[in-house]
Structure formats: structure tokens, C-alpha cells
């Protein structure tokens, strides 16, 4: 399984991006996907999670503010963010547990200026 990630970029605060993860595998629509992120220094978090059947979950620190979808005909998920803040900057991830193995996509780096 391959991923994708990209969308990142340098945003002032209150403003909003939409991060994209593609998957190469045609059983895309099986696999639950989630976001996490990472600030240097710290543990890489999970802020959002949405199943194959399009139930999600959030971080309470971003609930209300991102929101995390799928679109199974383009193998994509995205998650769009929202009124985001400067404690929202980190490099993101998008992640798939399957076979037992967990596959990571690149990162994207998102930025946030006060």
C-alpha cells in the first residue's frame, strides 16, 4: 500500500487548507484511514479517523474544526481544515493499519503564522 500526502503550505491563523491522501491500491475502500500529525519534539498524534464505511472520529483540540472524508472512486481522503490556529502547525501523516502492517504516506507540512 502506498499514500500520498499533500495539501500542506503556510497559512495565517483562521485560515483553512485541505490536505489530500491518495492510496495506490485499488481495495482502497476497505481500509480505514486516519490523519495524524507531528510537531518536532513531540509524540505524532492522531487527530482524525474515518472507517471504510464513512464513520469518523476526531481529536478533541481539532473537533468542530477539521472535518475528515473519502471518496472511494478517487482512492482519496481528505481532511479539511478549518479557523486553524498556530498549535495546529506539524507535519501531517495519513496512515492505513492492514495485514498487520501500518503504512505511512510522506507528510505534508502545514504551516500556521499568527
Known amino acids: 500500500v502506498q499514500l500520498q500526502a499533500s495539501g500542506g503550505g503556510l497559512v495565517q491563523s483562521g485560515g483553512s487548507l485541505r490536505l489530500s491522501c491518495v492510496a495506490s491500491?485499488?481495495?482502497?475502500?476497505?481500509?480505514?484511514i486516519a490523519w495524524y500529525r507531528q510537531d518536532p519534539g513531540k509524540q505524532r498524534e492522531e487527530v482524525a479517523r474515518?472507517?471504510?464505511?464513512?464513520?469518523?472520529t476526531y481529536a478533541a483540540s481539532v473537533k468542530g474544526r477539521f472535518t475528515i472524508s473519502r471518496d472511494n472512486a478517487k482512492n482519496a481522503v481528505y481532511l479539511q481544515m478549518n479557523s486553524l490556529k498556530p498549535e495546529d502547525t506539524a507535519v501531517y501523516y495519513c496512515?492505513?493499519?492492514?495485514?498487520?502492517?501500518?503504512?505511512w504516506g510522506q507528510g505534508t507540512l502545514v504551516t500556521v503564522s499568527s
Open positions: 496512515n492505513t493499519y492492514q495485514n498487520k502492517k501500518d503504512y
Open positions: 491500491d485499488s481495495t482502497f475502500n476497505i481500509y480505514h
Open positions: 474515518i472507517t471504510s464505511g464513512g464513520s469518523t
